[in-house]
């Protein structure tokens, strides 16, 4: 069987400790922040505290995709070394990185005929991306070939779930996910909105809970929703935040309080910077493994 490559991108927002345990490449997306251009290289450039800091500070931020020219030479190193490749994208619901990918996949396809090369659309983000992205690197290292990998995530990308809220919506309003009256009214009543990502990879408000304790509680309940097994769930949770490391210690409470199966099994991450610079500071997003999304 040829060898091959499983990649992602940095938007996966899992440690680069992580990666490279795991054996997964990645290419990193960029930011802009104050003029100055950075890559999204989990923490290593700018680290995750730092650009928080800079962003409630007043900072601008923009951030860019990985461009075709990127990607091309990106894919490149692998399939002249004679590898195949599975490489998975943020979700094309918020990013156009599947686009440019594709349109990079098949400049090296004519290059190199005899290889293989399967870009694959999460429709998914931040660590539940990477928590898909770990999940196919066990299926990989359970033996599966790259066009059963590539099968398999087509199959099971809806299975992730995300569920998140924020408590301050000033850079959802920014981004326009959240309006300035819908963020006004929030405020005012201390209403935190409960979002998650759709079936077809877009972030969707859910529901509108008044106070941090009750969407705390309120995001744990939907784990016991829809995850496998309900409480006797005992597949991968990750956490994500942004800068608010307490909500996200109090979420894994909860969970390992009413799902016994999850004690010393929940990790914490850091939401990067390309995500961050969306959500800004103050944002938690669970993600686990449960029933297929269908809206």
Not at 13 to 32: G, M, P, T
Request: proline share 2%; net charge negative; charged share 25%.
């Amino acid at each position: 069987m040829v060898e091959y490559v499983l990649s992602a991108e940095s938007t996966a927002d899992l440690s680069k400790a992580h990666f490279e345990k795991r054996n997964i490449h990645y290419v990193c997306f960029h930011y802009l922040m104050d003029g100055t251009d950075y890559p999204d290289d989990l923490g290593e450039t700018m680290p995750i505290g730092e650009f928080y800091e800079k962003l409630a500070g007043g900072a601008d931020s923009t951030t860019s995709q990985v461009n075709l020219t990127e990607y091309t030479e990106y894919f490149d190193r692998f399939l002249s070394e004679g590898k195949d490749v599975l490489h998975l994208c943020l979700s094309s619901g918020i990013s156009g990185s599947y686009n440019a990918a594709c349109s990079a996949a098949l400049v090296v396809r004519s290059r190199y005929p005899e290889r293989k090369i399967y870009v694959v659309d999460s429709l998914a983000a931040s660590s539940g991306f990477g928590l898909l992205m770990d999940w196919l690197a066990d299926e990989r290292d359970r033996g599966l070939s790259v066009d059963e990998l590539k099968d398999f995530a087509e199959t099971h990308k809806l299975f992730v779930h995300h569920w998140f809220f924020s408590t301050d919506l000033t850079f959802y309003v920014k981004g326009g996910r959240v309006s300035k009256t819908a963020a006004l009214f929030g405020g005012v009543l201390n209403i935190c909105p409960l979002l998650n990502v759709s079936n077809d990879g877009h972030l969707i408000p859910r529901e509108r809970v008044r106070g941090k304790k009750n969407v705390i509680r309120r995001t744990v309940k939907k784990m016991q929703e829809f995850a496998d097994n309900g409480t006797a769930y005992d597949g991968k949770c990750y956490i994500s935040h942004s800068a608010c490391l307490a909500d996200a210690e109090e979420v894994k409470r909860l969970i390992e309080e009413n799902f016994p199966a999850m004690k010393g099994r929940v990790e914490i991450y850091d939401i990067g910077t390309v995500i961050g610079t969306h959500t800004g500071p103050g944002t938690v997003a669970l993600f686990f493994t449960g029933k297929k999304r269908e809206n």
